[in-house]
């Protein structure tokens, strides 16, 4: 096993993982339920509507479209209004009477009046769609309706003399007089009336007209005045939602009628209650029905990976795997002769490996059964799973959230380590999804190489970890060490890396600047944390957009410290194998192998500067002198050029300034010279303060250092862990494999 899964590291090494934003697919699945009509002369109708009696969903006539053929064309109504289109994304638009007042010259008398009135009990009139319009020269208008079961009225009011002063173009209350419609209104009249019978006007305006239109589909002209006589009905837009009740009542109902693979979303609750349904990300379908919402082959599009690269589509989402000969690098598919001698050597051995395994795999492969449960063990003490066990009795409360999982568990979990369940691979292995029994959905990550002089820096490492607990760095929730490299169990992060927000075009531009700064103060909080507010100062060593996750609310958290090493507080720098991502890797650590926290800060400066451009940390895809962005960003401030560089769509007049002392903030954090560059703790200040500098644009300084402080001392927990016990197990021997492995004890136990 350990084997194959090395085969495929060497070929399928990279993997961008990406969801897909809007899909743009034909629509070919169903929209109404099985043997029911699916539309009406040229509109479609979309269960929960429906033409025939069992088509529509129960318990409401509101869903009903009468699909009338009176005038020899099907027609699709509701009530009494024609239906011109209707939504799955919950809304219908309907052509709707207008209200009227019209006036006989001769004798002054109203001869035609009428109120229109919409009676759809359970829809809203959209308040973002529509307007609220009363057209005449000698009018006032109301518009009633219910809000909460009382009655509401808003009225419009124009005169005029003389027709000349009746601008087309502007319906501003000369001869037309629009509002605003209030949320939530339902049972909706409108009524109009005139002040002196159109006697003074009835020559270019003899009637009142009171609507409700689509905003994009009106545009005032005067010869409205008279024409719209004509125009007995107007198209507006109506909200419609499921029930009465919101998701969280209606989930544990037998009525729910949301489909596999949707979410469920409340009406604005001033809209009053009810709710909707959408497919998940990556599905695609109508998700009121049961089986409605049916997953993407993202790959089918042309061209959504680049040339390097070969599409694989996944439930709910899609990969972009580097082919064969090629392996990720930055976010970029590099070709492995780069790195020939390292895996010349690597192949070789496998070879070698290969030969010898064929030999005797056959031979002792029942000795090799009856061994394996002894194997585990021994793969389990190796592990350091008794230290951990020690340590975690030592620890005994504050340790109470950490298990250790067995490899059962683990295989079940993930179905068997399957493919559909792989989230993400790189240099470092290979992360999965899984389910735990109780339904916690988590990602379990398999390192590639077990080193062994690390399990007792592993140890320590892991237990450092399950006591941090900062709601910006991703929790451990245990691990398993009863398999040749141990395996760490984390949460489940829902909403991709921080990379995958930035330089996907769809995301990136919903990433707002108040975004980008949220997420960026989180981070150098985490990290400051990490550094300085725990006994032993943590480097995490591969700060990147990659390693930061984001979930649904945008909360982000620090992952991946396969790379970090403690560094006891008494000890500044650690000399280390050069380790980490190019593009974010700090340039005096690669020169001296001396590892110090400044290396963070270096890296969280690229991180910030890609937050700022949006473009990414290394990219061959740019000229030479552009490739490194941390330089061409440099360049850039020394030239003054900032304004160039950034991402468009987040600058706004009012956060130039934040933008400039950002900008300024990553430049130092860039410094070639680590002494040079702000501490994290003084970054996480820094940030916090232009935080809070958007959100009160006049508050002093005084105050925002206060909070600055505030914010830093929460997130500092007592922490107390013996850092001396754990580094006692020293073992030597450097495996490749565990069929290495298992020889070597087919060897001993001879
Ligand atoms: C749909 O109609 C066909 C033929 O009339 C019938 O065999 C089938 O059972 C119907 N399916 C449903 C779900 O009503
Ligand atoms: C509506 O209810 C009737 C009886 O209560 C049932 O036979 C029918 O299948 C239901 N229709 C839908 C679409 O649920
Ligand atoms: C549908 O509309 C037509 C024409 O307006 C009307 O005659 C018929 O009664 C309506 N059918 C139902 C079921 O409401
Ligand atoms: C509507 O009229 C067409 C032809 O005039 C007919 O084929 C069709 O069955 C009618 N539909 C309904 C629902 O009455
Ligand atoms: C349409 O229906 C409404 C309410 O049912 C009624 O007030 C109105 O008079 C009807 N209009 C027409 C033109 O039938
Ligand atoms: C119906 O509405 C949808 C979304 O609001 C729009 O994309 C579509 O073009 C509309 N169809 C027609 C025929 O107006
Ligand atoms: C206006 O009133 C006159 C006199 O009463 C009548 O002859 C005429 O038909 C009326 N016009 C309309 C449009 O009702
Ligand atoms: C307006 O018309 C109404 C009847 O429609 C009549 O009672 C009233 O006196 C008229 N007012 C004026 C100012 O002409
Ligand atoms: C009054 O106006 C309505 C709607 O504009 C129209 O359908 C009706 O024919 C008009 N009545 C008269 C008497 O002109
Ligand atoms: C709808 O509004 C009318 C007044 O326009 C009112 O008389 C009626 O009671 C209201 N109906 C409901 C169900 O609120
Ligand atoms: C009124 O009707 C005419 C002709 O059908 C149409 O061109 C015009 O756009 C309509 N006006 C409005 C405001 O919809
Ligand atoms: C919600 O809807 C149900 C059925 O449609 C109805 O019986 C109930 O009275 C409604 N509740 C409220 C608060 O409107």
């Avoid at 002369?41 to 025939?52: A, C, E, L, R």
């Avoid at 982000?556 to 560094?567: E, Q």
Wanted: overall charge negative.
């Amino acid at each position: 096993m350990g084997f194959h899964s090395m085969l495929v590291q060497l070929t399928w090494v990279g993997v961008i993982l990406s969801f897909m934003a809007a899909a743009a697919a034909a629509t070919a699945f169903p929209l109404a339920l099985p043997n029911c009509t699916d539309r009406c002369g040229d509109v479609k109708i979309p269960y929960p509507f429906g033409i025939t009696e069992g088509c529509f969903l129960n318990g409401t006539r509101d869903f009903f479209i009468n699909c009338s053929n009176s005038s020899g064309q099907p027609q699709p109504l509701t009530g009494n209004l024609t239906v011109t289109n209707i939504s799955i994304q919950g809304q219908i638009e309907i052509m709707m009477f207008k209200a009227e007042d019209c006036y006989n010259y001769t004798n002054g008398m109203s001869w035609n009046k009428t109120t229109a009135k919409l009676k759809i009990p359970s829809f809203t009139i959209s308040v973002i769609e529509n307007k609220f319009v009363a057209v005449g020269c000698d009018t006032y208008a109301f518009l009633i309706g219910n809000l909460n079961d009382q009655q509401f009225s808003i009225g419009c009011l124009s005169q005029c003399q003389n027709i000349r002063n009746v601008a087309s173009g502007s319906c501003s209350g000369i001869g037309c007089c629009q509002l605003d419609i209030p949320e939530g209104l339902k049972n909706v009249s409108l009524i109009t009336y005139s002040f002196e019978n159109h006697t003074q006007v009835w020559n270019f305006n003899p009637c009142s007209f009171a609507f409700v239109i689509r905003k994009d589909k009106f545009n005032f002209y005067s010869d409205y005045l008279t024409s719209l006589q004509g125009n007995e009905t107007l198209p507006m837009v109506l909200d419609w939602a499921i029930g009465n009740e919101t998701c969280k009542v209606a989930q544990n109902k037998p009525n729910y009628i949301c489909g596999a693979n949707t979410i469920c979303i409340d009406l604005n609750p001033i809209n009053g209650p009810g709710y909707h349904c959408e497919c998940k990300k990556g599905y695609l379908g109508n998700p009121y029905l049961k089986d409605g919402c049916q997953e993407i082959d993202e790959c089918k599009e042309t061209n959504i990976c680049t040339d390097k690269q070969i599409c694989v589509n996944r439930p709910g989402y899609y990969e972009c795997l580097c082919i064969k000969g090629y392996h990720l690098e930055s976010a970029v598919c590099v070709s492995d002769q780069s790195s020939l001698a390292i895996h010349l050597a690597v192949g070789i051995s496998i070879i070698g490996l290969l030969i010898l395994l064929l030999g005797c795999s056959s031979i002792y492969w029942g000795l090799k059964k009856r061994k394996l449960i002894k194997l585990k063990e021994k793969f389990f003490q190796q592990n350091g799973g008794l230290l951990l066990k020690q340590q975690l009795s030592n620890h005994q409360k504050s340790m109470e959230t950490t298990k250790i999982f067995t490899t059962e568990e683990l295989k079940k979990a993930t179905n068997n380590y399957d493919e559909s369940s792989v989230l993400g691979q790189g240099s470092y292995g290979t992360v999965y999804r899984g389910v735990l029994p109780d339904k916690t959905m988590v990602a379990i990550k398999k390192s590639k190489i077990g080193d062994q002089s690390q399990i007792g820096q592993f140890i320590n490492e892991m237990i450092v970890l399950t006591q941090i607990n900062h709601r910006n760095v991703v929790k451990l929730f245990g691990c398993c060490l009863e398999t040749e490299v141990p395996l760490l169990v984390y949460e489940f992060i829902t909403n991709g890396t921080l990379s995958n927000h930035v330089h996907d075009k769809s995301l990136s531009s919903l990433l707002s600047w108040e975004k980008r700064l949220k997420i960026a103060t989180e981070i150098a909080g985490a990290l400051a944390y990490l550094h300085s507010s725990t006994s032993i100062s943590i480097i995490h060593r591969d700060v990147k957009t990659m390693n930061i996750l984001l979930d649904d609310n945008y909360t982000s958290k620090v992952a991946d410290f396969g790379a970090s090493r403690l560094v006891p507080l008494d000890q500044t720098e650690l000399n280390t194998l050069v380790q980490g991502t190019l593009g974010y890797l700090d340039p005096e650590y690669m020169q001296t192998s001396q590892l110090t926290e400044k290396s963070d800060v270096y890296s969280f400066g690229v991180v910030m500067a890609e937050l700022l451009t949006g473009k990414k940390a290394l990219s061959f895809d740019r000229p030479e002198i552009d490739r490194n962005l941390a330089i061409s960003f440099m360049t850039a401030i020394k030239e003054d050029r900032l304004f160039q560089i950034l991402e468009n769509h987040i600058v706004n007049e009012d956060n130039i300034k934040q933008l400039k002392e950002f900008a300024n903030l990553a430049k130092s954090c860039l410094s070639l010279r680590g002494e040079d560059r702000p501490s994290m703790k003084e970054v996480a200040m820094e940030l916090e303060r232009l935080r809070s500098m958007g959100k009160h644009p006049l508050g002093n300084i005084d105050v925002c250092a206060k909070k600055t402080e505030c914010f830093l001392s929460a997130s500092s927990h007592s922490f107390n862990i013996d850092v001396g016990t754990g580094c006692s197990t020293s073992t030597t021997a450097e495996y490749d494999s565990i069929e290495d492995h298992l020889l070597k004890h087919v060897e001993d136990g001879r």
